[in-house]
């Protein structure tokens, strides 16, 4: 079953889990596109469930701030940003899709409708803009993360095919 991970759970490297950036106004799309990737049985990493950043955050303890966004960066093996016109104004998007970046994270951004330019570090990133490129994307980046199973006979390995929605609700690619 597809988790919601956070600083307190531990996290199991034989399974995909996506990041998910975005700018605070932005979080409905966010919410959306982490339910989705849990649809499919895909583990995502939402800032708004560590409790521990949330408890940072408050108290205004910046150096746990960075510290829980690198592990859960660090934990991550993609990162999904949602792009929007208001996430220029975002500090911590560059800064999440720099750090994943520097530690070899697939990165991948869904735009709103109404983006109108990106900077060079998502125009070479893998843009979802549509049900069916999301379906696509997950098929050919997680597929590779299902746990093998094993049968009582060693000689015989079997690989579970990952679950697609084929036309799975995506109701974030609503121009705002």
């Known amino acids: 079953m597809a988790k919601s ?4 759970d531990p996290y199991d490297r034989n399974r995909a889990c996506v990041f998910i950036s975005y700018k605070g106004a932005d979080i409905d799309m966010a919410r959306a596109a982490a339910r989705a990737l849990q649809d499919h049985e895909i583990d995502v990493w939402l800032d708004e469930n560590d ?8 108290t205004g ?6 510290s829980r966004i690198e592990e859960g960066i660090s934990n991550s093996t993609h990162i999904l940003v949602m792009i929007s016109e208001s996430t ?4 911590w998007v560059s800064f999440e899709i720099g750090s994943a970046r520097r530690k070899g994270a697939a990165v991948a951004y869904i735009p709103r409708n109404n983006v109108t330019s990106l900077p060079s570090y998502l125009q070479i990133a893998t843009q979802i803009k549509a049900d069916q490129s999301f379906v696509e994307w997950v098929k050919m980046h ?3 993360f299902m746990t093998k199973s094993y049968s009582m006979d ?5 690989i579970p095919s990952i679950p697609i929605k084929e036309r799975s609700p ?3 690619y609503e121009s705002r």
């Open 5 to 8: 991970y956070h600083s307190t």
């Open 51 to 58: 409790p521990l950043l949330t408890i940072a955050s408050r």
């Open 61 to 66: 303890n910046h150096a746990e701030v960075v």
């Open 88 to 91: 220029k104004e975002s500090w």
């Open 142 to 144: 997680f597929t590779t």
């Open 154 to 158: 060693a000689t015989r390995v079997s």
């Open 170 to 172: 995506i109701p974030f």
